[in-house]
């Protein structure tokens, strides 16, 4: 019996939570649109933003990755001292590839890349020096990497495309800070919004409310379905701008692909899927936490 009762118990503070939460969201209809609207719109927004930045890292990673140091020695370097730096790069952390490439192997290059256009047949000394090509795991090291090289007494110059490379990696670095502003601004403004929303629902019911902490319902029994409701509005938001999303990303990352063909860009390798979950499990945890703060300022402690 007792386990009866526990079970009818347990199942009417189940259907009383529901219910609760049912009544909050129908109460003020225009106003929970409002935000499932609002939280849509965001979730647009932060999508389309979201799958640039994505985009346009795997475009940098692809540009900026493809940076190599190229070390040109003095014609004076023995094998010995050839060795010596090989192996040295090799043992550098910062170093993913090395290789080394000859004054014959550079000049039969020039050759083929050149035929047809300069013949280099009248040549009969090789001017162009011996070399290491080097790449950097993170391109961020690859001016550290260069300045040191540079300054070995064996190599005669350093070239890595510095002011190119540098502009690449700055402008990485200032568009995720403003990616972070956005999405920032963003998340505060739904959440400005669902809080307001929570907040009229909660001073309609501030009367019923200081009845239920008269009558000895604590502090949470009567915060969580206000809570589930933030949730509930967040997760509708997100789904209806995911439905929006979806048809568009069908419709113009294709056209995208074929409109800019110059540009090393992979749509299909952005994780559309991971930035769906992302933008939901955003949707639902502004909604919780604006009804949170919204329903706690009118709770007097327990």
């Known amino acids: 019996m007792r386990s009866e009762a526990?079970?009818?118990?347990?199942?009417?503070?189940?259907?009383?939570?529901?219910?609760?939460?049912?009544?909050?969201?129908?109460?003020?209809?225009?106003?929970?649109?409002?935000?499932?609207?609002?939280?849509?719109?965001?979730?647009?927004v932060l999508g389309v933003f979201l799958f640039g930045r994505a985009?346009?890292?795997?475009?940098?990673?692809?540009?900026?990755?493809?940076?190599?140091?190229?070390?040109y020695l003095k014609d004076e370097t023995s094998p010995a001292e050839i060795d010596t730096m090989m192996r040295q790069l090799r043992a550098d952390p910062r170093v993913d590839n090395v290789r080394f490439v000859s004054k014959q192997e550079a000049?039969?290059?020039?050759?083929?890349?050149?035929?047809?256009?300069?013949?280099?047949?009248?040549i009969n000394v090789n001017p162009l020096p011996n070399s290491f090509i080097v790449h950097t795991a993170d391109p961020a090291d690859a001016p550290a990497v260069a300045t040191e090289l540079q300054a070995k007494p064996t190599v005669a110059f350093v070239n890595y495309g510095s002011k190119v490379t540098e502009r690449l990696l700055g402008l990485r670095r200032v568009l995720g800070?403003?990616?972070?502003?956005?999405?920032?601004?963003?998340?505060?403004?739904?959440?400005?919004i669902i809080y307001n929303t929570i907040r009229l629902t909660v001073f309609a019911r501030q009367r019923e409310i200081t009845i239920m902490q008269l009558v000895g319902a604590?502090?949470?029994?009567?915060?969580?379905?206000?809570?589930?409701?933030?949730?509930?509005?967040?997760?509708a938001g997100g789904l209806l701008g995911l439905?929006?999303?979806?048809?568009?990303y069908q419709t113009l990352a294709p056209k995208l692909a074929l409109d800019l063909p110059f540009l090393p860009l992979n749509l299909a390798a952005v994780p559309v899927g991971n930035l769906a979950l992302e933008l939901l499990l955003v949707g639902a945890f502004v909604g919780m936490l604006a009804s949170w703060l919204s329903v706690s300022r009118y709770l007097r402690p327990a």
């Open 243 to 248: 439905l929006v999303l979806w048809p568009a």
């Open 55 to 71: 985009s346009f890292n795997l475009l940098m990673a692809n540009v900026v990755n493809r940076v190599d140091v190229a070390v």
């Open 6 to 44: 526990g079970i009818t118990l347990d199942w009417g503070r189940t259907q009383f939570f529901w219910a609760e939460v049912a009544q909050n969201f129908t109460r003020n209809a225009a106003m929970t649109l409002t935000s499932i609207g609002t939280v849509a719109i965001s979730v647009v």
């Open 218 to 235: 604590t502090n949470w029994t009567i915060r969580w379905p206000f809570v589930f409701e933030g949730l509930l509005t967040g997760l």
């Open 107 to 122: 000049l039969e290059t020039l050759r083929k890349r050149l035929a047809g256009q300069v013949n280099l047949g009248l």
């Open 177 to 192: 800070l403003i990616g972070l502003g956005v999405i920032a601004l963003l998340f505060v403004a739904t959440a400005l």
